[in-house]
Nanobody, 116 residues
Framework: QVQLVESGGGLVQAGGSLRLSCAAS?????????MGWYRQTPGKQRDLVAT???????NYADSVKGRFTISRDNAKDTVYLQMNSLKPEDTAVYYC?????????WGQGTLVTVSS
């Protein structure tokens, strides 16, 4: 069974930076999983932020392009989200996701709050 644990959330002023981490554990060959970051605010659906395939191909939501960078370290079974130039509208709970064929796993989320 795969577990994902996010860390790195917190309170930051607008224009600041944060780096989120998501560590995978359990029976997992991390390198074969597509990994992603999603975010959700109260009363709204969970939206894609960024994804990275097993081959390292990345995809970003338009709202974060040029500000956020997703990366992975397969040796550490960890995916990262570097967030720069943060805006108040980036405030959300950020969730890590691992996907491979019919396996789809979510972390518990980490809260990011951006003050204006």
């Amino acid at each position: 069974q795969v577990q994902l644990v996010e860390s790195g959330g917190g309170l930051v002023q607008a224009g600041g930076s944060l780096r989120l981490s998501c560590a995978a554990s359990g029976s997992i060959i991390f390198s074969i999983y597509a990994m992603g970051w999603y975010r959700q605010t109260p009363g709204k659906q969970r939206d894609l932020v960024a994804t990275i395939t097993s081959l390292g191909t990345t995809n970003y939501a338009d709202s974060v392009k040029g500000r956020f960078t997703i990366s992975r370290d397969n040796a550490k079974d960890t995916v990262y989200l570097q967030m720069n130039s943060l805006k108040p509208e980036d405030t959300a709970v950020y969730y890590c996701n691992a996907n491979y064929r019919n396996l789809n796993v979510w972390g518990q989320g980490t809260l990011v709050t951006v003050s204006s």
